[in-house]
């Protein structure tokens, strides 16, 4: 048996989400205010629905009560509070999930009872686990590899690798910090008229 899972919000980001879980697990739909972002998920074959994300009307005519999990991922965590409270009290939908966007509030939305994910630490999780982990892969199953930059070729200056994968194709970038550093340095000293070594 499939469960029937609600995307709440999010724009872009709830739009994506919403697509990779239809691709993994089917049964999904998207919901938000946003009408680019509700017609890029029909263009992807995601159900979705524009709807006003606050207005207990609006949600009820897109048929929210009917999700088993709902997940609010606004990027604004008032939206997300307002919204859990309704798709909990109003809406009675049994298992509820919110982005917390501002590691502050976490405690709030845990008060209410609901699953809390808070995007700065999974974000740093996801990060860190990309350029520790040699043996991270990617969603679509590729490993990432970790870039250097080196200095004479023998040993890699501190440079950050890094793979984002979420539902773009920018993979493995280098960032020499070092160099970064004193070659920005130098720009903002040339900008006031002396050089910063």
Known sequence: MSTQTLIVGGGHVGRLLAGQMDERRGTVR??????????????????????????????????????????????????????????????????????????????????????????????????????????????????VEPMFDTNDGSEPDRSVARSFDLGSRLRSETLGTDRFAKSARNRIARLGGRRSN
């Open 30 to 143: 998207f919901v938000d205010d946003s009408e680019t972002a509700v017609r890029r998920a029909r263009e992807n074959g995601v159900p979705a629905r524009e709807a006003t994300l606050t207005s207990l009307r609006s949600l009820d005519e897109v048929g929210v009560g009917d999700a088993e999990t709902a997940i609010a991922v606004s990027l604004e965590d008032s939206v997300n509070m307002l919204v859990v409270q309704l798709l909990r009290c109003q809406f009675g939908v049994p298992r509820v999930i919110v982005l917390v966007n501002d590691p502050r509030n976490r405690d709030a939305f845990d008060e209410l009872g609901v699953e809390s994910i808070c995007a700065s630490t999974a974000i740093t999780g996801a990060v860190l686990r990309t350029t520790l982990d040699p043996d991270t892969e990617t969603s679509d199953g590729s490993p």
